[in-house]
């Protein structure tokens, strides 16, 4: 059974700082991978997603990740925090061709200090 | 729709009645899931429907929830003789069949059981 693990529950960066938020996941093979965010009272915003080829994807709103098959990683990165960037980050993992249902993380909570 | 809409978006019910929660997916898509989100939680996976196949039912956590989706579009998931621990943002998302540009979530119901 796939599953994604989202080490770090609440992390505190100043804006204009760089932020890192990890992912690792398990799955027999290469999985469908995603990142999505989500503001107080509101739906999950899709920012990136993985299928294959290039392992580092470029997303919505400067953010990036990066994909490490030998660390089964996915870390969703941005070199200059906003303060609007505050919100919850919930990494998730599919079967590739196939609409099933996604596996999500516990979801990390990001707070940026002006 | 341009986009996957929920309805109510709040609710509050008393424990041991019934509520139904509407969501009105994207058109064209044919994947429609359920999710249920309890505060400080990840997302569970509750239900999806995939075209005319049989529903996924494998995440409702009892015989007190169901759901179904009329004509392909509209889906309905109704919690019957609700209870505390049924308190929690029920979101719906939907995507195409080959989940290319990943899920669209609605913003979800709040539902609280008092």
């Known amino acids: 059974a796939q599953s994604v693990t989202q080490p770090d529950i609440h992390i505190t960066v100043s804006e204009g700082a760089s932020l890192e938020l990890r992912c690792n996941y398990s799955y027999g093979a290469t999985p469908y991978l995603f990142w999505y965010v989500q503001s107080p009272g509101q739906g999950l915003q899709l920012l990136l997603k993985?299928?294959?080829?290039?392992?580092l994807v470029q997303g919505i709103k400067g953010f990036e990740a990066e994909f490490k098959r030998s660390q089964s990683s996915f870390n969703l990165r941005k070199p200059s925090v906003h303060w609007s960037d505050a919100a919850e980050y919930f990494c998730a993992v599919g079967d590739p061709g196939s609409a099933r249902q996604l596996t999500f993380g516990s979801g990390t909570q990001l707070t940026v200090l002006p | 729709g341009a986009g996957v809409s929920q309805s109510p978006s709040n609710k509050v019910t008393e424990k041991g009645k019934d509520v139904e929660l509407r969501c009105d997916p994207i058109?064209?898509?044919?994947?429609l899931y359920w999710y249920r989100q309890s505060l400080g939680q990840g997302l569970e996976f509750l239900i999806y429907f995939q075209g005319n196949s049989a529903p996924d039912k494998s995440g409702l956590p009892s015989d007190r929830f169901s759901a179904e989706r009329t004509g392909g579009s509209v889906s309905t998931l109704t919690i019957q003789r609700t209870q505390q621990e049924d308190s929690a943002v029920y979101l719906c998302a939907s995507s195409p069949a080959n989940r290319g540009s990943g899920y669209t979530f609605g913003s979800g119901t709040r539902l609280t059981v008092v």
């Open positions: 058109s064209g898509h044919t994947a």
């Open positions: 993985y299928f294959s080829g290039d392992t």
